[in-house]
T-cell receptor
Framework: DAKTTQPPSMDCAEGRAANLPCNHSTISGNEYVYWYRQIHSQGPQYIIHGLKNNETNEMASLIITEDRKSSTLILPHATLRDTAVYYCIVRVAKYGGATNKLIFGTGTLLAVQP | ETGVTQTPRHLVMGMTNKKSLKCEQHLGHNAMYWYKQSAKKPLELMFVYNFKEQTENNSVPSRFSPECPNSSHLFLHLHTLQPEDSALYLC????????????FGSGTRLTVV
């Protein structure tokens, strides 16, 4: 699976949009971009994933550049409860076997300030 | 009960003890996973089970012994652990597909004394 690069930390004001960047310049055509977050001492929580097109759900939006070498997770109106470590993970989109493992990096600690 | 449930939430054990961590998923998923998260470190994948069969052992010491009796339950048997094994142990499950997402439990906070 391709490697990802994320800033170690970011701040965001409460109520503003939080834009979390991720570089994945070695991504292959069959690899998805996933985002998870982990609030302190809890299990990670799935946020969103995409292959080529931009995606949106009730939690966030995912913007993937046309060359797929980077992406941005957008939390439209950050709250204090969004303070967490956010992980960008690239993973092969292939059915089953050893390819279904999810490997976490160090992520970005997003601190939402009041 | 929905989602992925892990018990116990907290566990303190001596180095000579034997204990087990339990994970149960109520999502009908066919894959389950154990992860370890030590202080200030990323999550480390330990074991992968697909359709109850172990498909990944990420060089985990033999003092950690997983068991998957059915697709809904996953255990991690612990014996003669070391203090450096103190960590948050997380279980996850997924439905194997091209773009599946994992559902994680809340974890077991293990302290080895």
């Amino acid at each position: 699976d391709a490697k990802t690069t994320q800033p170690p930390s970011m701040d965001c004001a409460e109520g503003r949009a939080a834009n979390l960047p991720c570089n994945h310049s070695t991504i292959s055509g069959n690899e998805y971009v996933y985002w998870y977050r982990q609030i302190h001492s809890q299990g990670p929580q799935y946020i969103i994933h995409g292959l080529k097109n931009n995606e949106t759900n009730e939690m966030a939006s995912l913007i993937i550049t046309e060359d797929r070498k980077s992406s941005t997770l957008i939390l439209p109106h950050a709250t204090l409860r969004d303070t967490a470590v956010y992980y960008c993970i690239v993973r092969v989109a292939k059915y089953g076997g050893a390819t279904n493992k999810l490997i976490f990096g160090t992520g970005t600690l997003l601190a939402v300030q009041p | 009960e929905t989602g992925v449930t892990q018990t116990p939430r907290h566990l303190v054990m001596g180095m000579t003890n034997k204990k087990s961590l339990k994970c149960e998923q109520h999502l009908g998923h066919n894959a389950m996973y154990w992860y370890k998260q030590s202080a200030k470190k990323p999550l480390e994948l330990m074991f992968v089970y697909n359709f109850k069969e172990q498909t990944e052992n990420n060089s985990v010491p033999s003092r950690f012994s997983p068991e998957c009796p059915n697709s809904s339950h996953l255990f991690l048997h612990l014996h003669t652990l070391q203090p450096e094994d103190s960590a948050l142990y997380l279980c996850a499950s997924s439905q194997i597909s091209r773009g599946e997402s994992y559902t994680f439990g809340s974890g077991t906070r293990l302290t080895v004394v």
